[in-house]
T-cell receptor
Framework: EPEVTQTPSHQVTQMGQEVILRCVPI?????FYWYRQILGQKVEFLVS????????KSEIFDDQFSVERPDGSNFTLKIRSTKLEDSAMYFC????????????FGPGTRLTVT | AQTVTQSQPEMSVQEAETVTLSCTYD???????LFWYKQPPSRQMILVIR??????QNATENRFSVNFQKAAKSFSLKISDSQLGDTAMYFC??????????FGTGTRLQVTL
């Protein structure tokens, strides 16, 4: 069964460093998303991406964040200068058709900023 | 803006029993979709069940079913014949015309022997 994959599973970085989180969505899916979950809290939407552009973003997704689909398979989230409060689980998700269809989540990348 | 509320932070059920998790939401949209996601200790988000607001019939997936009350904006999840593997956080989520999922704060379910 096709699945969304994410690498790395755990990333430790120092405050101020840039990180790139990588995702490979399900191959025939058209919509891609990033969510984050701070430990013990609910899952929060960051950004959605369709047709090679951002379709929606949240207040959390400020200028420190960017997304890219550099080739036909990868979908990346870059944080330019990490802060302690960026420590969280980051989930990538994809959906085949309109976003109201099921969004399938990857296993997540745990980002720890020290 | 849409909101999703889960008023039960924790619940416990004995194996083989039935448990119902509550969720209410608020929206001005008429066409939307509701979901329950399961998050086991591995923290993977797993889709459990999906309900289209325009459908009157409640969705069912094996031991999982929902009670969708559109007028009351209520969307509860019933787990029948609970199993130890059902132990997890359960999140209710909403999506409408926007492309994002809005999640509730979750209910931690513990299934005991």
């Amino acid at each position: 069964e096709p699945e969304v994959t994410q690498t790395p599973s755990h990333q430790v970085t120092q405050m101020g460093q840039e990180v790139i989180l990588r995702c490979v969505p399900i191959s025939n899916h058209l919509y891609f998303y990033w969510y984050r979950q701070i430990l013990g809290q609910k899952v929060e939407f960051l950004v959605s991406f369709y047709n090679n552009e951002i379709s929606e973003k949240s207040e959390i997704f400020d200028d420190q964040f960017s997304v890219e689909r550099p080739d036909g398979s990868n979908f990346t989230l870059k944080i330019r200068s990490t802060k302690l409060e960026d420590s969280a689980m980051y989930f990538c998700a994809s959906s085949e058709l309109h976003p109201t269809y099921e969004q399938y989540f990857g296993p997540g990348t745990r980002l720890t900023v020290t | 803006a849409q909101t999703v509320t889960q008023s039960q932070p924790e619940m416990s059920v004995q194996e083989a029993e039935t448990v119902t998790l509550s969720c209410t939401y608020d929206t001005s949209e008429s066409n939307y979709y509701l979901f329950w996601y399961k998050q086991p200790p591995s923290r993977q988000m797993i889709l459990v069940i999906r309900q289209e607001a325009y459908k009157q019939q409640n969705a069912t997936e094996n031991r999982f079913s929902v009670n969708f009350q559109k007028a009351a904006k209520s969307f509860s999840l019933k787990i029948s014949d609970s199993q130890l593997g059902d132990t997890a956080m359960y999140f209710c989520a909403f999506t409408g015309t926007a492309s994002k999922l809005t999640f509730g704060t979750g209910t931690r379910l513990q299934v005991t022997l």
